[in-house]
């Protein structure tokens, strides 16, 4: 291993994750600063809807496609978020095994385990550029930072399907660049879009707490409902 | 443009947006990923269909772009980057007017649809408040602002015309039941029940008042009705002010007090209900002391409890429910309607999607008072009307005065052979009194 790839590999990683943990709770406690609003009234809605039901609920949406309509309408879509998320969660992980247990990559199974998850997330990253720009609304509502984002994502999963094998039998470049691409991937988040994973939990719970203590969450199958109200 | 150029107008909402943020409007304002899955929730879109400017995501990002600029380091850093702008004149303030009053009916469909759980019509809300706090505003918001701020009411009823109303009504009760109990109470102290109602039935449909009064009769309820603080209606709802929102609510809290009442109960209006019962609380920034509750509620008590009878087939045509936004989304208040219609009608016929998932009736967020937007708000409409025809019932029975008047305007518009009713209607008509 030659020292700049150490380098990239550790060093860089290191202090890109340390910039973005800082920014991160930068961010949060900006977010916490603002006055939080409060119900006064008593609950509303059947006794079998409250804030913690409410919250599981909210949260847990993501992983229930049948629970909205807009996901439960469009299973194509739903796929490729699944597909496109698992991705980045390997090619997380795939940026702290190479240089931390370069060992497990001397599976050829885990190999082609992740270069098929992350190989996955490169092709919906296509077909989402492609939708950004054809579709007319999704257009319309795109900043510059929604294409530089996904684009930047679908380049980090070309590179991770290259690095998975942690090879440098034909020269390091794939493996700088991936490292180079996952730090820079580290320090732009927390500024861009792609942050919102990290309001994911707070608007989830926000309306998760507030719909389930005025029993709308968790939302009524309509062949479930029964009566008995408190309000 | 520079802050000097700024209109004072424009200069003026940007010194009020700080202190319009709570937590959870600011999540909302930096979660969208711009990924476009509300887009199909909203009726507005699906009528428009090649109008990017009505999705949810779009009309969020106007309200978006001006708090990144100004709020958030993000967009003060590098706007162009993330899509941040600023106001300048008035006229960027009729854009914003045209598309937080004129293209959305805070109805939060698109809410329950976000992965990421933005609340778009909350945010929306607080923009029509930066919006009224200048004097911009459709001018039916205005005058019914005006009428709710000053009389006391939404629609300009006078206090002597409330009360003749119900002296009139009091006399057919009277005579129709042989009994002077059957009056309607008014100002009586220490009832169980203090019964608020919407002006419209004052000035446009006495009938559900009466209606509510045969039924409260029959289940020798100790009930009474304000002379003051009658309407639990609140215009701050939909104009987004939450003084007028705060003081509206709180003269029905005063009164309720004042008699010594101990449930308020409210008479079926969406957006009376959760105004009342869930957002006024916190505009008034009151703890409520007594129970609160919709009139379907204690409707639907007397008949469990046997307080009152009916006769499903006293109502024998074909009847299907519309949900009101705000007792389904935003109060969970979709159950019972279904329980006590299926109780006095004898053909119940479910409309899809319902409950939470239910479109908006297109009157909403105070859409009716805005008749500079009613061919948008109609042609909306063909959502509800396909719904309702969908159905193949005759009547649409709604816990709303609002979506009375939205679904009884898209009826005649899209000539359906359909009419509006309401629960106080059926279960007065299915009532079967007691002889005397």
């Known amino acids: 291993m030659s020292p700049f790839l150490h380098l990239a590999e550790h060093r860089v990683q290191e202090v890109a994750l340390a910039i973005m943990a800082i920014v991160y709770v930068t961010r949060l406690i900006w977010l916490f600063r603002f006055r939080r609003g409060r119900d006064r009234q008593p609950p509303t809605g059947l006794p079998r809807t409250n804030r913690t039901k409410g919250v599981l609920y909210s949260m847990a949406a993501v992983a229930m496609p049948w629970a909205m309509e807009s996901t439960r309408t469009r299973p194509g879509f739903y796929a490729q978020f699944v597909a496109f998320h698992l991705a980045v969660t390997a090619n997380i992980v795939l940026s702290f095994v190479i240089p931390y247990g370069p060992g497990l990559l001397e599976s050829t199974t885990l190999v082609r385990l992740l270069q098929i998850v992350i190989g996955a997330g490169f092709v919906v990253g296509v077909v989402r550029i492609v939708r950004r720009v054809r579709d007319p609304i999704v257009r319309r509502i795109s900043s510059p930072d929604d294409y530089f984002c996904i684009a930047l994502l679908t380049a980090w999963f070309a590179a991770g399907v290259v690095a998975a094998p942690n090879s440098a039998a034909n020269g390091e470049m794939h493996l700088i660049v991936y490292f180079l691409l996952t730090a820079f991937f580290l320090v732009y988040v927390p500024f861009s879009k792609i942050s919102h994973y990290l309001y994911y939990p707070f608007t989830r719970y926000w309306l998760g707490y507030t719909l389930g203590y005025r029993g709308v969450f968790p939302v009524e199958s309509v062949r479930n409902a029964r009566a008995g109200s408190r309000s | ?436």
């Open chain 2, 1 to 436: 443009m520079s802050q000097a150029e700024r209109s004072h107008k424009a200069a003026k909402v940007l010194e009020q947006l700080p202190r319009k943020l709570t937590r959870q409007i600011v999540g909302s304002l930096v979660a969208c990923v711009h990924c476009g899955l509300c887009t199909d929730a909203c009726h507005y879109v699906l009528t428009n269909p090649g109008d990017p400017t009505y999705a949810p995501a779009y009309k969020a990002d106007r309200i978006r772009k001006i708090f990144k600029r100004h709020i958030d380091w993000t967009g003060r850093f590098a706007p162009w980057w993330v899509g941040a702008g600023s106001i300048f004149t008035d006229e960027d303030l009729e854009e914003l007017k045209d598309i937080s009053f004129g293209k959305c009916t805070n109805c939060r469909r698109c809410t329950i649809n976000c992965p990421m759980g933005v609340d778009f019509a909350v945010a929306n809300r607080m923009l029509r408040g930066l919006l009224v706090s200048v004097g911009v505003m459709p001018e039916g918001v205005a005058v019914v602002s005006k009428d709710q701020w000053e009389i006391g009411n939404q629609m300009g009823v006078l206090k002597e015309d409330y009360i003749e109303t119900l002296e009139w009504l009091s006399d057919e009760l009277e005579e129709e039941f042989g009994d002077p109990a059957a009056r309607i109470p008014i100002d009586k102290p220490d009832c169980d029940i203090v019964y608020t109602i919407n002006p419209r039935e004052v000035k446009y449909d006495p009938r559900t008042i009466s209606d509510a009064a045969r039924i409260f009769y029959a289940a020798r309820e100790r009930w009474t009705m304000p002379s003051d603080g009658w309407d639990m209606t609140n215009f701050g709802l939909f104009s987004g002010d939450d003084a007028l929102g705060g003081i509206v609510a709180h003269r029905v809290y005063e009164q309720v007090r004042a008699l010594r009442g101990k449930k308020l109960v409210m008479s079926e209006c969406g957006h009376g209900y959760r105004s009342t019962r869930c957002e006024g609380p916190n505009w008034a920034g009151e703890d409520i002391e007594f129970e609160m509750e919709s009139s379907v509620i204690t409707m639907l008590r007397y008949l469990n409890e046997g307080r009152i009878k009916v006769d499903p087939s006293k109502n024998a045509s074909s009847y299907t429910f519309h949900d009101s936004c705000n007792n389904a989304r935003s109060c969970g208040l979709y159950e019972e309607p279904r329980v006590l219609l299926q109780m006095v009608v004898g053909d119940f016929r479910e409309m899809y999607p319902n409950r939470a998932e239910n479109y908006c009736c297109t009157g909403g967020g105070g859409a009716m008072s805005m008749s500079e937007y009613a061919p948008r708000r109609l042609k909306s409409a063909k959502v509800k009307a396909d719904q309702l025809t969908a159905t193949g019932a005759r009547f649409v029975v709604t816990s709303c005065h609002n979506c009375v008047d939205g679904l009884t305007d898209l009826i005649k518009y899209y000539r359906l052979d359909m009419k509006v009713t309401q629960l106080v209607n059926l279960v007065a008509q299915a009532l079967v009194v007691p002889e005397k």
